[in-house]
């Protein structure tokens, strides 16, 4: 079965450190990954995919992912976070058992980031 | 450039009820879906579309129904609401290729008492 896990509920860090968001994935066939960023009161917003090549994978607001195959993950990272990235995260991946059609995401990560 | 409008943006319904949710966007996309957002639960797709005039369920269908009579809107209808639909609804929307991202609306959020 396809499946997208995000096993942090929330995630803290102070401005201007790093911060990773951790995603990983069980599907069969390629992956085709995604992340998006929920602000509040809006919808899903797309920040970053991976379908093939590089294993780092840069993306909007100075996001980047990094797709590990062996461990079958697909972090969120950012060098220096900002006040404005607190927001609701979400990983995301197609799903190959019914044709690509669908996307499945995952519970969804908060990320709070304090001044 | 509007992309993906959801309206309307609250509902609140007495238990019974019945109400259709509209979905437009004007990016030629192919694909639609709808999608409800529950705390702790993630996107769980409820219907999608990818094509017009057709339809198919997802993960959670029951208790709703769809139509996608334009290429630009896709509807979702409840007949007869519970308390547990209560919750935020999103539509959906992306081109044929699966590689490509969804377009999200701002979302309905339905109450149900």
């Known amino acids: 079965a396809q499946s997208v896990a995000q096993p942090e509920d929330q995630v803290n860090v102070a401005e201007g450190n790093p911060l990773t968001v951790k995603c990983t994935y069980s599907?069969?066939?390629?992956?085709?990954l995604f992340w998006y960023v929920q602000y509040p009161n809006r919808g899903l917003q797309f920040l970053l995919k991976y379908i093939t090549g590089d294993n780092l994978v840069k993306g909007s607001y100075g996001f980047e992912a990094e797709f590990n195959k062996s461990q079958t993950s697909f972090h969120l990272k950012k060098p220096s976070a900002l006040v404005s990235d607190s927001a609701l995260y979400f990983c995301a991946v197609r799903d190959w058992s019914t044709g690509g059609f669908k996307t499945i995401f995952g519970a969804g990560t908060r990320l709070f980031v304090k001044a | 450039n509007a992309g993906v409008t959801q309206t309307p943006k609250f509902r609140v319904l007495k238990t019974g009820q019945s109400m259709t949710l509209l979905c437009a966007q004007d990016m030629n996309h192919e694909y639609m879906y709808w999608y409800r957002q529950d705390p702790g639960m993630g996107l769980r797709l409820i219907h999608y579309?990818?094509?017009?005039?057709?339809?198919a369920k997802g993960e959670v269908p029951d208790g709703y129904n769809v139509s996608r009579l334009k290429k630009q809107n896709f509807l979702l209808g409840l007949e007869s609401a519970a308390p547990s639909q209560t919750s935020v609804y999103f539509c959906?929307?992306?081109?044929?290729?699966?590689?490509?991202?969804?377009?999200f609306g701002n979302g309905t959020r339905l109450t149900v008492t």
């Open positions: 599907v069969s066939g390629n992956p085709y």
């Open positions: 579309s990818v094509g017009e005039g057709t339809t």
């Open positions: 959906a929307s992306s081109y044929s290729d699966s590689n490509s991202p969804l377009h």
